[in-house]
Nanobody, 123 residues
Framework: QVQLVESGGGLVQDGDSLRLSCVAS????????VGWFRQAPGKEREFVAR????????SYADSVKGRFTISRDNAKNTAYLQMNSLKPEDSAVYYC????????????????WGQGTQVTVSS
């Protein structure tokens, strides 16, 4: 079982950057794929990015491609989401999720979830 804790959210302006972190418990973090999702008020939770257990494979939603970068440091049991050129439409609660060896980009593909961190981008 994995427990996830996100941090790094905040209030920024249009065009700014933020880096989110997701710290995982356990000693087998490298076996888990990690996904970032986000949910804005009144909207469904949507996929943002994912990274394979060893970090060799990544994928992104079209809406963030070229602006966001997902990465991980398995020695620190931590995954990151670097968000550049933020836009007001990126405002949402961002969730880190994990599951063993999944390559999915849907919320049901992930068994373990963090509590979320709020990102607000003002115009």
């Amino acid at each position: 079982q994995v427990q996830l804790v996100e941090s790094g959210g905040g209030l920024v302006q249009d065009g700014d950057s933020l880096r989110l972190s997701c710290v995982a418990s356990g000693r087998t973090f490298s076996m888990y794929s990690v996904g970032w999702f986000r949910q804005a008020p009144g909207k469904e939770r949507e996929f943002v990015a994912r990274i394979s257990g060893r970090g060799f494979v990544t994928s992104y939603a079209d809406s963030v491609k070229g602006r966001f970068t997902i990465s991980r440091d398995n020695a620190k049991n931590t995954a990151y989401l670097q968000m550049n050129s933020l836009k007001p439409e990126d405002s949402a609660v961002y969730y880190c999720a994990a599951n063993l060896y999944t390559s999915g980009s849907s919320a049901p593909d992930y068994a373990y979830w963090g509590q979320g961190t709020q990102v607000t981008v003002s115009s």
